[in-house]
């Protein structure tokens, strides 16, 4: 069973791998960080801050399009294509290819983000000349980042489970946007009265807290992060992409595929 | 072949318990992060620069910021906090966002001036915001309104105040007692009738709940306080028409002094005491109010909830 | 044991956004295949040879019925082990190599991590495609990949294959090998399960076959018992110009061709022609049964189902 996963989780690592779209992504969140140099030097004192801000920006946000890109390729393109009939007439359990493939997307965005934290280090290095002490807060502030592409990942493959290409896309990256405002929603719910409530109280709950994975203003201030939010985000990343993840196996093991 | 029934068993149940699981460490993550995502706002050095990187959805990014100034203000106070020292950066921000807000200066007037708990003791901060708030709403009377409130009653800057009610009265549609407050500047002393105008004027013209809230606790501090000056004058006189001080005002009643028990606004019976002060049954359902205090008073620590009007 | 048992499976789908109608796929079939045989599932386009492959694959789930293949239920991981499938048209990963693709698949059938290599370069030598083991699949052509497919659906040695239309795409020569290596998978012991709609491939390759048409198995059996089934003519050839009336009487098609004439008669009627012949002293050149074609068998079985469909519709 478990080589049978790691047989899919590699052979969708090597998809991506072999996509041009992928390395043309990669240049972009490159070229940003070399540009938040260019933007840092507008102003002497805030360098740090700009590149900072602007390279961890560009590795989320190109790292959420990558996630939804591929992601929602991974069952409906599939499905169009046909190639899944050949995988599935094996003695290959449809949840072990759902879990092969997401564990194949998700190394390949722990790959992606590690080139593209090199070039937000690599243009740190070369505005501040020197590394210092609360440089480390930036490898947690991409640990957030990398729980935030899982989180987007298991959804994109819960869409994709069911829907088009195209309106996966819609609905990944609408509950991106959404999850990014998810502590507001969670106000707005508080305040609310009746239906309103309700439904903004359930909603509130459902969407991926993203607001709390995000905390590179705060890292590029040098401010630390507490080592409790560090495990609670883990926990819930964790928890969020497995309750993800069994409901694209739910769906998936129901699929009629025509 | 039907789907697998002990795959649908074991997913449909992880899937159960994920869901709250997740919700309950939601709750102890909110509580973790209750004031960071806030406390961001202080690094946003440049409103203009938000603004002009929401793209164009500055209204609701605005939105968004109020949201985030009204809750943060009411946990804080609801918490018996000292200081609100990002309740002035995150009015900027909205206000930058979106000038055409006017609760949200109306919400700096009431409570970016007065001193903690009630605010946060930032008054020239909230003058500075409602004259932002002018300027980008010149026909709006209910502005200049604001301005004078905070120059009257937390600066005491009677010329100032009588200034902008008299500028206010003259945009069309303005509040009659727009005319009348701008008279009244002059009485330097600060009456009591003053003050009820105006809290009863703010109370009348906004729909914002906590500043609604806010006005009907001062007007009725203030008519405990008309109500206990009135009734210690009334038990002098009598003391002086009787020679003795009464023993209770069911004493004063029966001698038709009173017509009936005195209560306070919320219906509880003012106290008597043997010097002849009268005293709130309850004085912490008064937070604003001056007199009628038992002397050894002290104000609780946080707010409580009281009835609303 | 059967290789292949299919106990009343159905399939009925509903059609339609709004008020959804059921369209029957695939009325209940009942039918066995047995162990070592060449089985062929005839029919036309859209009469369920698709769907029911489909549902014997666990990709479609029936609206009845079961069916077993060696003797274990559909989708048994024990079972999909033993078994091949080619689907129509397929269309394979194509950022992979060819040998890629079939090690991955040897993979996924459980072949062991030292053989898969070598067993995919068997069977790329065995289906052609020797040279092109290193091409990636988006550059190859239709029966390249065709071969491809069958390459991964032979090489994990399963008991039971099955081919979805294995001819399409094909030219000739490419059809020729893909029926030589069907009748090498039988004398490895294999069954083989195919639908196609080309008859002659199926008239050549299959010991049994079925027809299916509008969902509904029409008639099933050997080649030869099917085909003898329908009336059996005779071909007359005599020296001559002329046809005799006796013989048009008869019903007979004649075609008159320099200085011979070619009759078909129905082999009932075969006496009596020779006979009428005889009267002419007409010179008989020969006397030869005709095969009738599955082709034959198939139009006349379908007509009366379409025929009636239509009258349906």
Same mark, same amino acid.
């Given at each position: 069973m478990n080589s049978r996963i790691g047989l899919i989780a590699a052979n969708t690592f090597r998809e991506a791998v072999r996509d041009r779209v992928l390395y043309n992504l990669i240049a972009f969140a490159l070229l940003m960080s070399g540009a938040s140099i260019l933007v840092g030097q507008i102003s002497i004192d805030i360098e740090r801050l700009v590149v900072v801000n602007l390279g961890l920006t560009a590795v989320s946000l190109f790292g959420i399009v990558i996630a939804i890109f591929i992601g929602i390729g991974l069952v409906s393109k599939e499905i169009d294509r046909r190639t899944l009939y050949t995988v599935l007439s094996r003695p290959v359990r449809r949840w072990e290819f759902i879990v092969g493939k997401f564990v194949g997307l998700a190394g390949t965005l722990v790959v992606n983000t590690f080139f593209m934290a090199i070039g937000v280090f690599g243009a740190l290095l070369y505005v501040a000349h020197h590394f210092q002490?609360?440089?480390?807060?930036l490898l947690v502030a991409l640990y957030f980042i990398v729980l935030q592409f899982l989180i987007i990942t298991s959804l994109a493959l819960l869409f994709s489970s069911f829907s088009s290409p195209l309106m996966s896309a819609v609905f990944a990256f609408s509950m991106f946007v959404v999850g990014t405002f998810a502590e507001d929603l969670r106000g707005f719910a508080g305040m609310a009265t009746g239906v309103a409530r309700w439904l903004a109280t359930g909603a509130a709950y459902l969407v991926p807290n993203f607001s709390a994975l995000n905390v590179i203003s705060s890292v590029a201030h040098e401010q630390p992060v507490s080592g409790h939010l560090m495990l609670y985000n883990t926990a819930y990343a964790l928890i969020y992409t497995t309750m993800a993840i069994c409901g694209a196996v739910l769906i998936f093991e129901r699929r009629n595929l025509k | 072949m039907k789907p697998s029934q002990k795959t649908t068993v074991i997913a449909t149940t992880v899937l159960l318990l994920c869901m709250a699981a997740s919700v309950l460490l939601l709750f102890r993550i909110d509580r973790l992060r209750s004031n960071a995502t806030l406390e961001e706002v202080l690094y946003i050095s440049s409103p203009k620069a938000l603004k002009r990187m929401s793209l164009g959805y500055d209204g609701l990014l605005a939105d968004i910021y109020w949201t985030r100034a009204v809750q943060y203000f009411g946990a804080k106070h609801h918490a018996g906090?000292?200081?609100?020292?990002?309740l002035a950066p995150l009015l900027q921000i909205t206000t930058t966002l979106d000038?055409?807000?006017?609760v949200a200066y109306q919400y700096g007037g009431n409570f970016?001036?007065?001193?903690p708990p009630n605010g946060s003791g930032m008054p020239q901060a909230a003058v500075d915001l409602v004259k932002y708030g002018i300027k980008h709403n010149?026909?709006?009377w209910r502005l200049y309104y604001q301005l004078g409130f905070i120059y009257y009653m937390e600066l005491h800057d009677y010329q100032h105040a009588a200034e902008a009610f008299a500028r206010g009265a003259q945009?069309?549609?303005?509040?009659?007692?727009l005319r009348i407050l701008a008279g009244q500047?002059?009485?330097?002393?600060?009456n009591r009738q003053t003050a009820r105008m105006m809290w009863a004027t703010t109370f009348e013209t906004t729909n914002d709940k906590s500043i609604k809230y806010n006005a009907a606790a001062h007007l009725r501090a203030l008519q405990a306080e008309d109500e206990v000056t009135a009734l210690e004058t009334l038990v002098a006189r009598y003391r002086e028409t009787t020679g003795h001080p009464p023993a209770s005002f069911a004493e004063m009643n029966a001698a038709e002094w009173l017509h009936g028990i005195p209560v306070d606004p919320l219906g509880h019976p003012y106290k008597l005491t043997p010097d002849g002060h009268v005293e709130l049954?309850?004085?912490?359902?008064?937070?604003?109010?001056?007199?009628?205090?038992?002397?050894d008073f002290v104000p609780p620590e946080a707010p409580r909830v009281l009835p609303t009007d | 044991m059967a290789a292949i048992e299919i106990l009343g499976l159905e399939k009925t789908y509903a059609v339609g956004f709004w008020r959804k109608r059921p369209k029957c796929a695939l009325r209940p079939l009942h039918l066995t295949v047995e162990e070592g045989e060449i089985f062929g599932f005839l029919g036309p386009n859209g009469a369920g040879k698709t769907t029911t492959l489909k549902m014997l694959m666990g990709l479609v789930f029936p609206s009845g019925g079961t069916a077993k293949i060696l003797g274990m239920k559909i989708g048994d991981p024990r079972m999909q082990a033993q078994i091949g499938f080619l689907p129509e048209q397929p269309y394979f990963y $194509?950022?992979?190599t060819a040998r890629e693709l079939l090690e991955y698949f040897a993979g996924l059938s459980g072949v062991p991590a030292k053989e898969r290599s070598s067993r995919a370069a068997e069977m790329l030598v065995r289906v052609g495609l020797k040279d092109a083991g $290193?091409?990636?699949?988006?550059?190859?052509s239709k029966g390249m990949l065709q071969r491809v497919g069958i390459a991964q659906a032979i090489l994990h040695q399963p008991k039971v294959v099955f081919f979805d239309?294995?001819?399409?795409?094909?030219?000739p020569m490419g059809r020729r090998e893909v029926r030589d290596l069907m009748d090498q998978l039988r004398q490895e012991g294999r069954t083989v399960f195919f639908s196609t709609h080309i008859l002659s491939d199926a008239e050549a390759l299959c010991d049994r076959v079925a027809i299916i048409n509008l969902g509904e198995l029409q008639g099933v059996g050997a080649v030869a018992d099917l085909t003898s089934s329908v009336e059996n003519n005779v071909e007359i050839i005599w020296q001559g110009t002329s046809i005799p009336q006796s013989l048009r009487a008869l019903g007979a098609e004649c075609h008159v061709a320099g200085d011979t004439v070619r009759a078909i008669v129905r082999e009932a009627n075969q006496d009596a022609a020779i006979e009428a012949l005889r009267r002419e002293r007409a010179r008989l050149i020969s006397v030869v049964p005709v095969r009738t074609s599955l082709e034959d068998y198939f139009v006349q079985k379908l007509k009366p189902a379409e025929a009636a469909a239509g009258v349906r519709r």
């Open positions: 002490a609360s440089d480390k807060w | 906090a000292k200081s609100y020292n990002l000038p055409h807000l006017i970016l001036a007065p001193e010149p026909e709006d945009v069309p549609g303005a509040h009659p007692f500047m002059a009485d330097k002393s600060g049954a309850v004085p912490d359902d008064f937070p604003f109010v001056t007199r009628g205090l038992p002397p | $194509d950022y992979l $290193d091409v990636q699949l988006r550059k190859f239309e294995p001819m399409s795409g094909l030219d």
